[in-house]
């Protein structure tokens, strides 16, 4: 109950935050009007990665008190909180919980256009606070190791993932575009906004499974329109780094 509750109140954040803009905008648009949250059976994994990076601030506090950790930041009316940065090196880093299939995939390509997504964003906020980040790194925690499958994929349980740094001018221009078009729809309060990009839904999977609003949404009109400008950015980013080895 007290875990429901914690979930039930961080939907009442604002809807333009980095990891709210990482969703597709008839998804964001759902969570944040419906105030729509996870079934209790669905919050362990989230749980269990915001205990465990309290975890590490409150370890790491005591050991690099020179380092930065969780700072909310705000820039170009955009909320975010990264994980933990690095001043003396200029690395940010990014800590996530991840089942070891993402890890063996890393790479994956979607998988790394959002995780690029999110921390050049991270980035550009520090650097306009004032802080060079010369490296982005994610710290990717296996949850399952120590399991058959897990063992087959993974040889450790914490994996370092390098990051691809990318123009902050095209981050930029994505994350403005997605304020933009979700607050169009608040503003407007418009129902509903056009069927979320397959890069959002991963090909449709997350609409099947893993979407919290799939239930709403799925009983609204579809309305097939397509955000062109949307599509180009995202394969433009995703062509950037095509090619980019993610296992050194």
């Given at each position: 109950?007290?875990?429901?509750?914690?979930?039930?109140?961080?939907?009442?954040?604002?809807?333009?935050?980095?990891?709210?803009?990482?969703?597709?905008?008839?998804?964001?648009?759902?969570?944040?009007?419906?105030?729509?949250?996870?079934?209790?059976?669905?919050?362990?994994?989230?749980?269990?990665?915001?205990?465990?990076?309290?975890?590490?601030?409150?370890?790491?506090?005591?050991?690099?008190?020179?380092?930065?950790?969780?700072?909310?930041?705000?820039?170009?009316?955009?909320?975010?909180?990264?994980?933990?940065?690095?001043?003396?090196?200029?690395?940010?880093?990014?800590?996530?919980?991840v089942g070891s299939y993402k890890v063996r995939d890393s790479m994956c390509l979607k998988d790394k256009?959002?995780?690029?997504?999110?921390?050049?964003?991270?980035?550009?906020?520090?650097?306009?606070?004032?802080?060079?980040?010369?490296?982005?790194?994610?710290?990717?925690?296996?949850?399952?190791?120590?399991?058959?499958?897990?063992?087959?994929?993974?040889?450790?349980?914490?994996?370092?993932?390098?990051?691809?740094?990318?123009?902050?001018?095209?981050?930029?221009?994505?994350?403005?575009?997605?304020?933009?078009?979700?607050?169009?729809?608040?503003?407007?309060?418009?129902?509903?906004?056009?069927?979320?990009?397959?890069?959002?839904?991963?090909?449709?999977?997350?609409?099947?499974?893993?979407?919290?609003?799939?239930?709403?949404?799925?009983?609204?009109?579809?309305?097939?329109?397509?955000?062109?400008?949307?599509?180009?950015?995202?394969?433009?980013?995703?062509?950037?780094?095509?090619?980019?080895?993610?296992?050194?």
């Amino acid at each position: 109950m007290i875990l429901y509750q914690l979930i039930q109140r961080g939907a009442l954040r604002s809807p333009f935050s980095v990891t709210n803009l990482l969703r597709g905008t008839r998804e964001a648009y759902l969570i944040y009007t419906r105030q729509l949250v996870p079934p209790p059976e669905e919050l362990v994994f989230p749980w269990l990665g915001s205990l465990i990076h309290k975890a590490i601030a409150e370890l790491e506090k005591d050991r690099f008190p020179q380092m930065l950790f969780e700072e909310k930041l705000k820039e170009e009316g955009i909320t975010g909180i990264f994980d933990l940065y690095d001043p003396d090196q200029q690395v940010l880093y990014d800590y996530k919980i991840v089942g070891s299939y993402k890890v063996r995939d890393s790479m994956c390509l979607k998988d790394k256009t959002e995780w690029a997504l999110q921390m050049n964003f991270y980035r550009y906020m520090l650097e306009q606070a004032g802080f060079k980040v010369k490296k982005l790194r994610v710290v990717a925690i296996v949850r399952d190791y120590g399991t058959y499958l897990a063992n087959k994929r993974v040889s450790s349980p914490v994996k370092e993932v390098p990051i691809p740094m990318l123009p902050l001018d095209l981050v930029k221009q994505f994350f403005l575009h997605q304020k933009r078009r979700l607050e169009h729809y608040l503003t407007g309060q418009k129902l509903p906004p056009p069927l979320c990009l397959d890069f959002f839904t991963w090909g449709g999977k997350k609409c099947k499974k893993f979407c919290i609003a799939r239930e709403v949404c799925n009983q609204l009109p579809p309305l097939e329109e397509q955000d062109s400008v949307l599509l180009e950015l995202v394969s433009y980013i995703q062509y950037l780094f095509s090619d980019v080895e993610f296992n050194e």
